[in-house]
């Protein structure tokens, strides 16, 4: 480590057989918790080449607990997080608003590091139960359209690096990785990124890959559509700049869409989101991103009928119905 970190402070860039190696030795505890901090700040202070992007998405991937689920040709609902925007669960509420619309739903999801609540907090506190089983796995989403794929099971590689990156508190490039690692390969995805020079970077891999993918950045600085500002939208077949009233929907601040500041008020947030009981910004932007995903899923429908679509789901109850049943199946706490 000690050559690849002088190499780095000579303002140098890694090749992408460098960098899938370095995080191999890293997932291998070849490197002391110091030099993997010092590794991780690099990417801090600089940005991340697409190469180096590449070669740690590789290295991750090889390493990954596979789960088959080529079956149901799930869709993966993930942000990379580090937007420091502390929004409620939106990619998660998105996935049982998509679920419940008869779409197959791998989510990928962790713990929070950059953020008080990830979609692994608020789903454990809720009831849901991790495994790596894969019948398990099959069941859930045979039944409910939806499973969880919790990133710290499905990546032993990031065993190392979780307790530094927590101490850290700030965004790291696993946060860049975590939409591009699902462990069930999806050939679907809605990504958000929480800058645009990182959306052309996605753009650029995922054009390399046969995946129907959707990127989205809000250009104000967040890893979704947030209706605070115009956001960016890649796809496999387009490129645009959309807003708020191209989804039919209204313009927001950043009040309207925060989250709580503990994973108690999180979870009281989120049911009551899916309950379809939010105020009318959080259902919107939860529309609004469900819609996208559904879109991704099902290219034939305009993207402000799949808004639609998507807002009565939640206000109907339907994805909140699909979300007890399945906690009710787990034989866990009642939501």
Same mark, same amino acid.
């Given at each position: ?82 937007? !420091? ?5 939106? *990619?998660?509420? /998105? +996935?049982? &608003?998509?679920? =419940?619309? #008869? ?5 990928? !999801? ?5 953020? *008080?609540?990830? /979609? +692994?907090? &608020?789903?454990? =506190?809720? #009831? ?208």
């Amino acid at each position: 480590m000690k050559e690849i970190l002088n190499h780095l402070f000579e303002h140098k860039t890694l090749t992408k057989a460098q960098a899938r190696e370095v995080l191999v030795n890293i997932a291998g505890g070849k490197y002391n918790q110091s030099q993997i901090s010092s590794f991780l700040t690099v990417y801090m202070m600089r940005s991340i080449t697409v190469e180096e992007l590449e070669g740690f998405r590789d290295a991750l991937l090889a390493l990954c607990h596979r789960v088959d689920l080529e079956a149901y040709n799930p869709i993966d609902l993930c942000g990379t997080g580090g937007d !420091g925007k502390d929004t409620f669960n939106i *990619s998660t509420l /998105s +996935s049982f &608003v998509v679920a =419940a619309n #008869g779409v197959a739903v791998a989510k990928h !999801g962790n713990y929070g590091v950059s953020s *008080s609540c990830g /979609s +692994s907090n &608020v789903l454990e =506190a809720l #009831g849901i139960n991790f495994t790596t089983d894969t019948d398990a796995l099959e069941r859930s989403i045979e039944k409910y359209n939806i499973c969880f794929l919790h990133a710290p099971l499905f990546h032993p590689a990031m065993k190392s690096v979780g307790p530094i990156r927590k101490e850290l508190g700030v965004k790291t490039f696993f946060n860049m990785l975590g939409p591009m690692v699902n462990p069930a390969f999806p050939k679907r995805q809605l990504v958000g990124v929480f800058s645009l020079e990182l959306a052309r970077m996605y753009g650029y891999l995922y054009q390399q890959t046969d995946t129907r993918y959707t990127i989205l950045h809000t250009l104000d600085g967040y890893d979704e559509i947030s209706l605070t500002s115009p956001f960016k939208v890649i796809s496999d077949n387009k490129e645009a700049l959309l807003d708020a009233a191209a989804l039919g929907l209204p313009t927001l601040e950043h009040e309207q869409i925060k989250g709580g500041t503990d994973v108690a008020t999180s979870a009281e947030i989120f049911v009551k989101v899916l309950k379809g009981e939010g105020t009318e910004a959080q259902t919107a932007v939860v529309s609004a991103n469900a819609g996208m995903a559904l879109q991704c899923a099902r290219p034939e429908l305009g993207v402000q009928d799949a808004v639609s679509i998507a807002k009565e789901t939640l206000e109907s109850g339907k994805a909140y119905h699909l979300f007890q049943s399945l906690v009710k199946d787990q034989k866990l706490i009642k939501v």
